[in-house]
């Protein structure tokens, strides 16, 4: 096998293959130093780690919404990385992202800005043509039934509670379409029962509909109710990488620096 042939095969036994991904910030922040990761189709992924590690680094040079510096990314078998205008963008709409502060149009209804999750499907002529199919449209509707807020769509998304929001937010998601979900601290904001609520709605998203789920997060109890595998950044390494139950006070001082939640 040749090189590039030897590439493919390796990448195409995960669905993401992330490989000595480095992403330096100015002169100075190493915010990821070399990560390599396999993530397999379906799994439910946990990135743990104190403020600053990089997770959300990590997570957003998955679909270059922050530019990596080095190394590669590969999802299905094809390299992110290397990709660049339209070839990108149809990637990028296998991968979902919803974040801490839910990044809603505030001013919009529910349903607005559910549907802006097909707006990777608007392809050619279409992208200078306002509206929606009624594909989409079937698409957000369903999407919204699924986190069960469609009796919210006309209600403009500032008069809705965090956690109504973050289900609009991943309604959006599922709109897309996603195999990949990536979840940037997505109940941080919300108290804890709350919280128990979205991440039953997440899991429900991974194991239903097969979507692939990487999800940082702060809390470890939760890290280790929710996740399948559990990661830890320390200053843009990966430290930790093991199942839930397998996280002791040694790993955790190691991913910390001491014990105790932060
Ligand atoms: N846009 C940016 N510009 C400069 N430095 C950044 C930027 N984003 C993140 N960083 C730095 O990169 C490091 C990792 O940050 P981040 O990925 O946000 O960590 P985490 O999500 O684990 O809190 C931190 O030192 C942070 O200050
Ligand atoms: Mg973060």
Redesign the pocket.
Known sequence: MNGMAAARAAATTSLIRVERLTKV??TA?K?LDAVSLDVPRGQFLCVI?P???????LLRCLNRLVEPTSGRVWVHGEEITAQSGEVLRRSRRRLAMVFQQFNLVRRSTVLTNVLTGRLGYQEGLRRFVPGFSPEDRAMAWRSLDRLEIAEKATVRADQLSGGQMQRVALARALAQQPEVLLADEPVASLDPETAVVVLDYLRDINRSDGITVLC?IHHLDLAKKYADRIVA?RQGRLVYDGLPGDLDDAAYRRIYGRLGYD
């Open positions: 910030f100015g922040t915010a780690g403020s600053g590690s990089g997770k959300s680094t940082a950044m």
